[in-house]
């Protein structure tokens, strides 16, 4: 057990919606990290933040957003949802520091119909 | 073409054998190499981190080696179990603004047969 939880594990939607994934990070961890892994693509970081501020952007679409609130928690909005946003959303957590491993959760799988 | 490539894609082994999966990546400079277990499922679990400065690491019956010079790393499991079975994934840490940027290969899919 990672100590990472999100939740829900299985969401299925239609296209145009709107949907939140969250995050408890594992205690102590103050940054939270999202990536998103669609079928038979390697691992894509989306979003960091470290104690409530955004410290780094990857891929992440205008159409995506993130924040992490004062217990540390951490949700990710994906809105005007698409067909190929269909995909596991992960999340992971550390210490904050570089070159300390990341711990994931078990992630959300997102079905777009 | 991606950064970080992992051989083979996939690979099947009889239970109790050795197996190296490869990766070669192309970032640089890098701050360290990781090595990630993930089972059908589940997230990522990490094996292993190494900086630029060591060759090689231990987890168990996992050895990771790292040749800076060609930019190649190996996974190298002993004794194969059934529970190996897994993806395992290798990813290259890039130091930026003081922070890092990590990025993932695809992954090897490894089947243990008994």
């Known amino acids: 057990d990672s100590g990472v939880t999100q939740t829900p594990k299985h969401l299925i939607t239609a296209t145009g919606q709107r949907v939140t994934l969250r995050c408890s990070p594992r205690?102590?961890?103050?940054?939270v990290y999202w990536y998103q892994q669609s079928l038979d693509q390697g691992l894509q970081f989306l979003i960091q933040?470290?104690?409530?501020?955004?410290?780094a952007k990857g891929n992440i679409l205008e159409r995506f957003s993130a924040q992490q609130f004062p217990d540390l928690h951490s949700e990710l909005n994906l809105s005007s949802l698409e067909l190929g946003d269909s995909a596991l959303y992960f999340c992971?957590?550390?210490?904050?520091?570089?070159?300390?491993?990341?711990?994931f959760g078990d992630g959300t799988r997102l079905s777009i119909l | 073409k991606n950064q970080v490539e992992q051989s083979p894609q996939s690979l099947i082994i009889l239970e109790g054998k050795n197996c190296t999966l490869q990766c070669n990546y192309t970032v640089s400079p890098f701050s360290n190499l990781r090595w990630y277990k993930q089972d059908t499922g589940r997230g990522p679990v990490s094996l292993t981190i190494?900086?630029?400065?060591?060759n090689t690491k231990s987890n168990g019956r996992y050895t990771a080696t790292l040749d800076a010079d060609t930019k190649q790393s190996s996974l190298h499991i002993t004794a194969s179990q059934l529970s190996d079975s897994a993806s395992y994934i290798c990813?290259?840490?890039?130091?930026?603004?003081?922070?890092?940027?990590?990025?993932f290969g695809t992954g090897t899919r490894l089947t243990i047969i008994p």
């Open positions: 190494m900086t630029f400065s060591e």
């Open positions: 933040y470290y104690n409530g501020e955004e410290r």
């Open positions: 990813v290259v840490s890039l130091p930026h603004f003081g922070n890092e940027k990590l990025t």
């Open positions: 205690s102590g961890d103050l940054s």
């Open positions: 992971a957590s550390s210490e904050g520091s570089p070159g300390q491993p990341q711990h």
